[in-house]
């Protein structure tokens, strides 16, 4: 696979930058001072914001992507659907089987009775790493970049991924490193499943490139 002219497109400096700087943060900061420092920072607007921005990482996403390219392109649709199962046996069974006694921020905080809970959020107790919305999200972003092909429409789309992984801190329901790790994960898996795939003799099929609607 030749991951070198995908990683150097430019869109994706803003995924780096992230990277970069998340990994200082981890270096030089307790597990939980993030989350607090976010949550200290919280308002009426970021609680709106975030507590819908996050379903942008939910399953339905690619549920919604599969049916949208099926109608175009059936190649990009079993591309997408590789991409969830490779994802789901990824971050499932880290969470289930290797991590599967980390705690999430409620209980690892249940002595902070002054946290900031947004109204209406169920916030889970166990499983916490890696974060599989953070995840979803930014294999969903690593796919659409990979097939526009559009610097500017990728650095919006990291952008995108990366509030979706935030929101997950911000509403109390993951700790900052596993947002990072599930970004990493979505990440390699977004471009393996795009490259390993359009290497593959499936990219070439005449029944494949065509969907639905266009014949």
């Not at 390219?69 to 046996?89: D, E, G, H, I, K």
């Not at 069974?93 to 946290?115: A, E, M, T, W």
């Not at 995840?135 to 970049?145: D, K, P």
């Amino acid at each position: 696979m030749n991951f070198g002219k995908y990683l150097t497109d430019a869109g994706f400096a803003v995924y780096y930058i992230f990277l970069i700087t998340g990994a200082v943060f981890l270096l030089f900061t307790e597990k939980g001072d993030i989350l607090l420092w976010i949550n200290e920072s919280h308002n009426e607007i970021l609680d709106i914001f975030f507590k819908y921005w996050t379903h942008l990482g939910d399953g339905l996403v690619f549920a919604i992507l599969i049916v949208t390219f099926l109608a175009v392109n059936y190649f990009r649709a079993l591309v997408l659907a590789m991409a969830v199962v490779s994802q789901t046996l990824v971050v499932q069974g880290l969470k289930r089987f290797v991590f599967s006694d980390v705690i999430r921020p409620q209980l690892f905080f249940d002595h902070f009775g002054n946290l900031h809970r947004v109204p209406g959020v169920e916030i889970l107790t166990y499983n916490s790493f890696p974060s599989g919305h953070t995840a979803t999200a930014f294999t969903v972003a690593i796919l659409l970049s990979l097939i526009s092909r559009n610097k500017y429409l990728t650095g919006l789309l990291m952008i995108m991924a990366i509030l979706v992984g935030i929101s997950r801190v911000y509403l109390l329901q993951h700790f900052f490193v596993d947002i990072y790790f599930g970004s990493v994960i979505g990440f390699l898996n977004g471009m393996i499943v795009f490259i390993g795939l359009n290497s593959s003799s499936l990219s070439d099929k005449p029944a494949l490139n065509k969907g639905l609607i266009i014949k």
